[in-house]
């Protein structure tokens, strides 16, 4: 059973275009975290969240984390070429500090 | 954040052959974590690599197959033993800095033939 399931899997768009990646589960997290992964590299760090219904924005990137903590959405505006590459979501439960990733999301960003 | 190390970054091993992956971080951590990454896959968690003490493994992971050392709190080894064309992946280390944050060495690439 998958904890943690995220849409879409494949995402290719046109550059200059917005996109929305979401991470969804019936369990709640003590924090979710957003990797971005590109071919050759380990898992890159973007963000923790850790308050329900928080929201942190890293320049183009915004993440929000749902009230109840079972959730969570990446949404990039105005995205580049740089942007391609895997994005990964990852759940902490209660406290364990064992992350449980969903199944990525590979975004393509076409110039 | 940290600064994490593996070695080697690439290896292609005969089967029943056994490999070890080194892992080295540039501070002193509690916590480090032992994935893999199956081709086209996101990351499964083979196990915790605890100081002094045995390694703790997930549900699908022995220790007779990935047999892991812990020396210290910037070091770490995972051994893919009697390997065979399955065990082809990417293993990845990660460690703890806080109780929110991880971060991924660059991954070894194993194919196994």
């Known amino acids: 059973t998958q904890l943690l399931e995220q849409s879409p899997q494949f995402l290719s768009i046109q550059e200059g275009e917005n996109l929305t990646v979401y991470c969804n589960s019936s369990?709640?997290?003590?924090?979710l975290q957003w990797y971005r992964q590109e071919p050759g590299e380990g898992p890159v760090l973007l963000v923790t969240?850790?308050?329900?219904?928080e929201v942190k924005k890293l320049k183009r990137l915004t993440f929000q984390f749902g009230d109840a903590r079972k959730d969570s959405s990446l949404h990039i505006t105005a995205a580049q070429p740089g942007d391609t590459g895997l994005y990964l979501c990852?759940?902490?439960?209660?406290?364990?500090?064992?992350?449980?990733f969903g199944k990525g999301t590979k975004l393509t960003v076409n110039p | 954040s940290a600064v994490i190390s593996q070695k080697p970054s690439r290896d292609i091993c005969q089967r029943g052959t056994s490999l070890t992956i080194q892992c080295q971080v540039d501070?002193?951590?509690?916590?480090m974590f032992w994935y893999r990454q199956q081709p086209g896959q996101s990351l499964t968690l083979i196990a915790t690599?605890?100081?002094?003490?045995?390694?703790?493994?997930e549900s699908g992971f022995v220790i007779d197959k990935f047999p892991i050392s812990r020396p210290n709190l910037t070091f770490s080894t995972l051994t893919v033993s009697n390997m065979s064309p399955e065990d082809s992946s990417i293993y990845l280390c990660?460690?703890?800095?806080?109780?929110?944050?991880?971060?991924f060495g660059p991954g070894t690439r194993l194919l196994v033939l």
């Open positions: 990660s460690v703890d800095v806080t109780s929110e944050t991880q971060y």
């Open positions: 369990s709640v997290f003590s924090s």
């Open positions: 969240v850790v308050t329900g219904g």
């Open positions: 990852a759940g902490e439960q209660g406290g364990s500090e064992k992350l449980v």
């Open positions: 501070s002193q951590v509690t916590m």
């Open positions: 690599a605890n100081q002094g003490s045995e390694a703790t493994y």
